[in-house]
């Protein structure tokens, strides 16, 4: 029995060491499954470190051209912040002259108010004078014309006596005739 027994476990023992080189041999075929799907992944790992080292070298070209182009910038800022001081000084420079302007128009409102009030006196007071003058001058031909009226009267006057002493003296130069026809 004990050779049998010896005899069952040996068969026991090589079936399990059977099943274990089956297992390992499964085992192994995995792993060497694995070790080509790793050998597959180490190479597209090495393709995509080559792709990223190319990239790491492209964004090191931006990189310098992005430095190129910051450093433009900076000059860029630099001459701007000049030309914003040489705008604010202009502004500056401006605001005064407006204040400068606003003073001399201040002044000139000022006179051309005073021209306008003298024009305004100067012209009311001619408009008076020759007012005046023209009162003067219609009184003085109403008086000229009042005179002619009385000259004309005069002379009619005149004219009628004139008349009347020539009718008188031609009555009487008439009566004398007489006289002296008579008379003789």
């Not at 995509?48 to 190319?54: A, F, I, R």
């Not at 990239?55 to 992005?66: G, R």
């Not at 420079?93 to 407006?98: A, N, P, S, V, W």
């Amino acid at each position: 029995m004990d050779e049998r027994r010896m005899g069952v476990e040996q068969d026991r023992f090589q079936e399990l060491v059977l099943q274990q080189l089956q297992s390992l041999a499964e085992g192994q075929k995995n792993i060497q499954e694995d070790v080509t799907a790793l050998k597959g992944d180490v190479s597209a790992l090495k393709e995509g470190v080559s792709v990223l080292k190319e990239d790491v070298s492209v964004l090191k070209e931006d990189v310098s051209v992005l430095k190129e182009d910051v450093s433009v910038l900076k000059e860029d800022v630099v001459v701007l912040k000049q030309d914003v001081s040489t705008l604010q000084q202009d502004v500056a420079g401006l605001q005064k002259d407006m204040g400068n302007l606003h003073a001399k128009v201040d002044k000139l409102d000022l006179r051309v108010t005073d021209l306008e009030m003298r024009l305004e006196t100067d012209v009311i007071e001619r408009v008076r004078v020759l007012f005046d003058a023209h009162s003067v001058h219609m009184d003085y031909f109403q008086s000229i014309r009042d005179s002619q009226a009385r000259i004309e009267e005069g002379v009619e006057v005149l004219r009628r006596r004139s008349v009347e002493h020539e009718f008188r003296f031609k009555d009487y130069e008439r009566e004398l005739r007489l006289l002296r026809a008579e008379r003789k």
